[in-house]
């Protein structure tokens, strides 16, 4: 049975794995520099100097919103925009399957590259942790203290009143 605490620890875990993935697609696009955005795909009502602006700051916001989900800080509003992201991601890699490419060097930069197919499917499990987390973090959508000094050092975890009483 999935008790409160169980539900939480694995919430902050999909948390991590989530920002994790955000943070090394963000440093293979900024290692790799522009290189990275040559087959990542927009659909054509997308102007030109919007789909540049997106190359430009995507891998800051990947790398940003990573960062804010490994440390929890403003999590259920972090994870909504990682979800827009997502749904981003999974939008280029259907229009980059629809025009029979079969290389995704865009998704990890110089990290690797991924079939979009692949990375159709890690958009999918990326999608299923970002709602993970958004239904089993107990914080309210603009927290600012960071999921883990709000369980540990607080002992604000289910109730309990000590360090002791979380773990």
């Not at 590259?113 to 973090?137: K, N, R």
Request: glycine content about 10%.
């Amino acid at each position: 049975m999935w008790t409160e605490k169980r539900r939480y620890w694995l919430g902050g875990l999909a948390m991590i794995l989530l920002g994790m993935t955000f943070i090394v697609a963000a440093m293979g696009k900024l290692v790799s520099g522009s290189t990275a955005f040559n087959l990542f795909a927009f659909p054509s009502f997308v102007p030109q100097v919007l789909a540049e602006a997106i190359y430009i700051s995507l891998p800051y916001i990947e790398f940003v919103v990573g960062g804010l989900l490994i440390l929890g800080i403003a999590v259920k509003f972090t994870v909504s925009l990682s979800a827009l992201l997502i749904i981003g991601f999974a939008v280029s890699n259907i229009l980059l399957i629809n025009l029979g490419i079969e290389d995704c060097a865009s998704c990890f930069g110089v990290m690797g590259s991924l079939a979009p197919t692949a990375a159709l499917f890690l958009d999918g499990i990326m999608a299923a942790l970002a709602m993970f987390v958004f239904f089993c973090y107990r914080g309210s959508f603009f927290n600012k203290t960071p999921w883990i000094l709000e369980t540990v050092h607080k002992g604000r975890g289910y109730g309990k009143s000590s360090y002791s009483e979380v773990f």
